[in-house]
């Protein structure tokens, strides 16, 4: 059974900083594994999606990385925004099954 | 716009009156699922569907019932609401299981 967990919990940064935030699953059969941005009371936003055969997908000012072997994958944002305040959730889906996510990492960015 | 919908996005019913929250999305995906998210518990998966005519369990599937008669709608169905059922919804679909999932805005419904 996938298992996901994301570590911190919660991250408070001022503005400016790189940061990173982190995924680990338990399943190494992995079929891709998802980032999603969530504001409150809101939807989610998918940010990133890595298949099992990728390493790191980019998008802008976000970098998330996938190592299959160890079970992790990271999400980088450079130069943080108070924009970029907001719930970050990762999930991992196995060929034909279900989704799994993460709880989420609350993240605040100080002007 | 290529988009998930959900309706209704607000939802207040009683226990045991039967409803349905439709789902519907307009990018052809064969993959569509639901989820609920709930303090302290995050994201559980339903039900999702591979394609029409194709459901399997998710996480939580107890209490709902789902159905894939069109490509493009899945509808969640509560036949008995209860209260433990009060909780976030969120539809979901993407290009087959390996595909980018697109989420719906959510419905919130509470059932007292």
């Known amino acids: 059974k996938q298992e996901v967990t994301q570590i911190p919990a919660a991250l408070s940064v001022p503005e400016g900083e790189n940061l990173v935030l982190n995924c680990s699953f338990t399943d190494s059969a992995i079929y891709n594994l998802q980032w999603f941005r969530q504001d409150p009371g809101k939807g989610l936003t998918s940010l990133l999606l890595?298949?099992?055969?990728?390493r790191e997908q980019t998008s802008g000012r976000l970098n998330a990385s996938l190592d299959k072997s160890s079970g992790r994958s990271t999400l980088y944002i450079a130069a943080s925004q108070p924009g970029d305040s907001a719930t970050y959730l990762c999930?991992?889906?196995?060929?034909?099954?279900?989704?799994?996510f993460g709880a989420g990492t609350r993240l605040t960015v100080k002007p | 716009e290529a988009q998930v919908t959900q309706n209704p996005r607000y939802l207040i019913t009683v226990t045991g009156k039967k409803l349905t929250v439709t789902c519907s999305q307009n990018m052809n995906h064969e993959y569509m699922s639901w989820y609920r998210q709930d303090p302290g518990l995050g994201l559980r998966q339903i039900y999702y569907?591979?394609?029409?005519?194709?459901?399997d369990k998710g996480d939580v599937p107890e209490g709902y019932k789902v159905s894939r008669k069109e490509k493009r709608n899945f509808p969640l169905i509560l036949e008995s609401p209860s209260p433990n059922q009060t909780s976030l919804y969120f539809c979901a679909s993407s290009f087959g299981a390996e595909g980018e999932q697109y989420f719906g805005p959510g419905t919130r419904l509470t059932v007292t």
């Open positions: 999930a991992g889906r196995r060929p034909g099954s279900d989704m799994r």
């Open positions: 569907s591979m394609n029409v005519e194709v459901t």
């Open positions: 890595i298949q099992s055969s990728q």
